[in-house]
C-alpha cells in the first residue's frame, strides 16, 4: 500500500513497472493439491505461530477459528514463482491507466461523493481527485478487489518465497484485524499477494491507516466508499501528503538547459526558464525534481513532495505518474502537451544488462533485477554525464550501445 499500503507493495510493486496491473491481480494457474509434505510444513508453521500471535493479544479461540481446516493454497504458491519482464515502457501503461473510461468514472463518483470527498480533503488536506485516482488504480473504484482469503494467501507466503518474515507478520496483523474489529473470517478477502479491501491496504496499513468514514463505528474498506476514501486520505496524509502542493506539474524546457542537476528549488527552475506546459506559473516553494520517464524527447515534468507520498502507497514510478495525471484528468485538466515518443523500450533481458554494466561500472549498487526507477535513472546519468552523453536519465538503445562500448 506505511509500506505498504497499497501495497500490494511488495509484490505488487514489483508487477507494477511491467505492464503493472492496475485493479485486477495477476490470473491464477489452476488448482491442484498441496503436497503432503508442503502440509506437514504448513501444519508446523500454524503450530509455531502461535506463541507470537498470542504475545499480539490474539485469543486461542480466535486462532483456532483463522485456520481450522486451512492447507496452504497452491495458486499462490505458483504465483510467486512467476517473474514479470518489466519491459512495457512507462507510456504504455500510463496510457492504459489513464482511459477515458476511468476519467469518466472518476468524474461521475466526484459528484456522487462530493460531500464524502469534501470531508476527507478537509480532515486531511489531500484532494478528492488524488483520493479517486488511487481508488480507481487499485480496485477499478471497488470493482475488483480480489476475493482471495487473506489469511490462506498470507500463511502460505510465510512458508513459500523470499519474503517469509514480511509475510509472517501480515499475518498476525490480520489475526489482529479478526480479534480487534470482529470482523466475519469469511470476510477476510482480497488480493492472492495479501492486500485487502478497495484500497488494496496490506493488514498492517489497515491497522494504522484504515478510517470509519461513515461513523457506524467499524472500519469497513470492502462495502463502505465513505471508509474506503477517508482511509486512502489517511494513509495518504500519513504518508507526507502537503495540502499546498501538486504532486508534480508538466513543464517546458528551455534551449540549452543543464541536465546535469535534476534537483533543485522550485524557484530555482523558475529562474532557468523553465515553466508549466499550461502557461501557469510553478510552485513557488519547495523542492522539485526534474523527471523525464521517456526521455528529452517525451513529457517532462517538476515532481514534488508529494511525489513521494503517492510512492509511498506503491514504489513503482509508472504507477505514481498515473495517479498524478489521472488525478490531474478527473479534476478537469486537459490530457498531456508534449506526446510520448515511439522509440521502442529496451526488453527485460537489455534492463537487466543495463544494470549488470552500469554495476561493474561503479555507477550502480542496486539490484541487477531489470526493474528500473530512481536509483537506475541517477546511475544512468553519472554514466551519461562521464561519456559526454546528454545526461537525461533515460535508458534506451544508444545507452545500452555505450555502455556495451
Known amino acids: 500500500m506505511g509500506r505498504h499500503a497499497g501495497i500490494r507493495l511488495a509484490l505488487a510493486a514489483a508487477l507494477a513497472l511491467t505492464g503493472m496491473q492496475a485493479a485486477g491481480q495477476p490470473a491464477p494457474p489452476p488448482a491442484a493439491r498441496p503436497a503432503r509434505s508442503e502440509s506437514g510444513t504448513f501444519r508446523q508453521f500454524v503450530q509455531d505461530l502461535w506463541p507470537d500471535?498470542?504475545?499480539?493479544g490474539i485469543s486461542r479461540g480466535s486462532f483456532e477459528e483463522a485456520f481450522r481446516g486451512l492447507e496452504p493454497d497452491p495458486r499462490v504458491a505458483a504465483l510467486?514463482?512467476?517473474?514479470?519482464?518489466?519491459?512495457?515502457?512507462?507510456?504504455a501503461y500510463v496510457t492504459g491507466a489513464v482511459s477515458t473510461a476511468r476519467i469518466n468514472q472518476g468524474?461521475?463518483?466526484?459528484?456522487?461523493?462530493?460531500?464524502?470527498?469534501?470531508?476527507?480533503?478537509?480532515?486531511?488536506g489531500v484532494p478528492g481527485e488524488v483520493i479517486l485516482a488511487i481508488w480507481a488504480s487499485e480496485s477499478g473504484y471497488g470493482a475488483a478487489s480480489g476475493d482471495f482469503d487473506t489469511i490462506r494467501s498470507l500463511a502460505t507466503l510465510a512458508t513459500v518465497g523470499t519474503r517469509k518474515d514480511f509475510f509472517r507478520g501480515e499475518l498476525i496483523a490480520a489475526l489482529r484485524i479478526l480479534e480487534e474489529d470482529h470482523l466475519a473470517r469469511?470476510?477476510?478477502k482480497g488480493s492472492w499477494a495479501g492486500a485487502m479491501g478497495q484500497p488494496q491496504f496490506m493488514p498492517s496499513s489497515f491497522l494504522a491507516h484504515a478510517v470509519d468514514g461513515d461513523g457506524d463505528g467499524r472500519r469497513d474498506?470492502?462495502?463502505?466508499?465513505?471508509?474506503?476514501?477517508a482511509s486512502i486520505g489517511h494513509f495518504m496524509a500519513r504518508s507526507g501528503w502537503k495540502a499546498d502542493l501538486p504532486w508534480?506539474?508538466?513543464v517546458r524546457l528551455p534551449e540549452g538547459l543543464d541536465l546535469a542537476v535534476h534537483d533543485r528549488d522550485l524557484a530555482a527552475w523558475a529562474k532557468l526558464g523553465v515553466s508549466r506546459a499550461d502557461g501557469r506559473a510553478l510552485p513557488r516553494a519547495?523542492?522539485?525534481?526534474?523527471?523525464?520517464?521517456?526521455?528529452?524527447?517525451?513529457?517532462?515534468?517538476?515532481?514534488?513532495?508529494n511525489w513521494e507520498a503517492i510512492r509511498a502507497y506503491n514504489t513503482s514510478?509508472?504507477?505514481a505518474l498515473a495517479i498524478g495525471l489521472l488525478s490531474d484528468r478527473i479534476a478537469g485538466s486537459p490530457p498531456l502537451r508534449q506526446a510520448w515518443p515511439s522509440t521502442p523500450a529496451l526488453d527485460g533481458d537489455d534492463r537487466r544488462e543495463v544494470h549488470r554494466r552500469l554495476a561493474d561500472l561503479g555507477f550502480y549498487g542496486g539490484l541487477t533485477d531489470g526493474k528500473f526507477g530512481a536509483q537506475t535513472r541517477d546511475a544512468v546519468r553519472r554514466f551519461q554525464i562521464s561519456r559526454g552523453l546528454l545526461p537525461d536519465g533515460y535508458a534506451d538503445r544508444a545507452v545500452l550501445d555505450a555502455l556495451r562500448r
Open 286 to 305: 519547495g523542492l522539485g525534481r526534474l523527471f523525464l520517464p521517456a526521455g528529452i524527447e517525451g513529457p517532462a515534468f517538476i515532481l514534488t513532495d
Open 80 to 91: 510467486t514463482r512467476k517473474q514479470g519482464e518489466f519491459s512495457r515502457p512507462i507510456s
Open 317 to 319: 514510478d509508472a504507477y
Open 53 to 56: 500471535a498470542k504475545a499480539a
Open 248 to 250: 508534480g506539474v508538466e
Open 107 to 124: 468524474r461521475a463518483l466526484a459528484e456522487r461523493w462530493r460531500d464524502a470527498l469534501a470531508r476527507v480533503e478537509g480532515a486531511y
Open 221 to 229: 474498506i470492502w462495502r463502505s466508499v465513505p471508509d474506503v476514501l
Open 186 to 188: 469469511a470476510e477476510l
